[in-house]
């Protein structure tokens, strides 16, 4: 269904993100990749809908290579969840599910029938949903709704990149249940993004695990648990992972990539209008080297605007930590006194990544989980 043939991706500062990746993804399966921050399984997602231009190589969406399709076209036709659920408020429930199959030129009465279907399959009534706008749902329900609205158009294969990261856990925990039996029935094919060892345990048929660009081993959970390939991938999952970690660990087991990273001279209305259309407070703003510029803030940025500012008047450069420097302590009370991204970087200014609450809240969960199983051995 989803074919990778020798895919590589340069980025134009020279990162070699994706190396001459090989991977296909039956029909119906259920992949997910996995790795350390700056791995490439993002880019690797992004680059099946052209989010992302692969440098080289060839993907393939059910035989048919995708730089003959038109990309918005493309899209339409491919299902994308992601983190950050950006339903538009000004719509009801089963307007933000419905979008793309009016788009497609569905009629009304079908398009109704479609978002009265997929709400009775996640669990909510239409009647007491459909008219609901997103402010009056929970953090899970909007979820729940990101996943609908990506499933509304009936796509084949369907895209999500981290798409509970930021939820507690507990509903995140029923959000991967619900999702797992979901598929059951719907036998979509998909491609899933994950920081998140355990997570990718729960729902993988088959699980991706990258490094570097490259895959170090893919396999059932019960192949990548029972036979790691290497030292690497032994120690990515192994049972004594997370309970190493203590609140003066180093931050890496939290550092993930932030969903907007922008270059000092765009256009910040062009910013802007991709903050408030993906529903984000920040962005992280980094140089052609991979240094980091600094941090929009949305509410920043727009002041900034109005006052006929640029891009760089509009960046922030106050909240940061140093890789070498701080632990896992440091940004948990950074976090209690702002619940904001923190970007991180080295001693000589370059971008690592981002640590959010939701990756406190995956360590927790992560610990407390093996806590279980070990009281329970």
């Known amino acids: 269904m989803v074919t990778f043939e020798a895919v590589s991706k340069v980025f134009a500062d020279g990162t070699e993100a994706v190396k001459e990746l090989d991977l296909e993804v039956g029909e119906g399966e259920f992949v997910v990749l996995i790795g350390p921050s700056g791995c490439g399984k993002t880019t690797s997602l992004k680059m099946i809908n052209r989010l992302e231009e692969s440098t080289s190589g060839r993907i393939r969406v059910n035989g048919r290579d995708i730089r003959s399709v038109d990309p ?39 398009i109704d029938a479609r978002v009265d279907e997929l709400l009775a399959l996640a669990g909510l009534d239409p009647a007491k949903f459909r008219h609901r706008l997103p402010d009056q749902l929970s953090g899970g329900q909007k979820q ?7 499933l509304a158009a009936d796509p084949p294969v369907v895209l999500m990149d981290e798409p509970f990261g930021a939820l507690d856990p507990i509903t ?9 039996e979901l598929n059951k029935s719907l036998r979509k094919t998909i491609v899933f993004v994950t920081h998140d060892m355990d997570e990718a345990l729960k729902l993988a048929d088959r ?17 990548i648990q029972n036979a790691p390939a290497n030292d690497f991938v032994r120690s990515f999952i192994g ?4 309970a190493s970690i203590s609140p003066e660990s180093s931050l890496e087991t939290l550092l993930h990539d932030p969903f907007l990273r922008v270059a000092p001279g765009e256009d910040p209305r062009d910013v802007l209008e991709r903050m408030e259309d993906d529903g984000l407070e920040t962005a992280q703003v980094v140089d052609a080297r991979g240094n980091w510029v600094g941090m929009l803030y949305l509410p920043v940025l727009k002041r900034t605007l109005r006052n006929g500012g640029t891009l760089r008047e509009a960046v922030r450069r106050n909240r940061k930590l140093i890789f070498e420097e701080a632990v896992i302590r440091d940004a948990a009370e950074m976090l209690a006194d702002m619940d904001l991204s923190i970007p991180v970087v080295n001693r000589e200014n370059v971008f690592l990544g981002v640590v959010t609450s939701g990756s406190l809240a995956r360590l927790a969960i992560g610990r407390l989980s093996r806590s279980r199983k070990e009281a329970g051995a």
């Open 72 to 110: 918005v076209q493309l899209r339409r036709g491919i299902g994308y969840v992601i983190q950050e659920i950006a339903l538009w408020p000004h719509m009801s429930v089963a307007e933000n599910i419905g979008i793309v199959p009016r788009l497609l030129g569905w009629h009304s009465g079908r």
């Open 144 to 150: 729940r709704i990101g996943v609908l609205r990506a």
């Open 172 to 180: 995140r925990d029923v959000l991967q249940s619900e999702l797992k």
């Open 207 to 223: 699980v991706v695990l990258m490094r570097q660009g490259k895959i170090e081993q893919m396999g059932s959970p019960e192949e």
């Open 239 to 242: 049972e004594d992972r997370l």
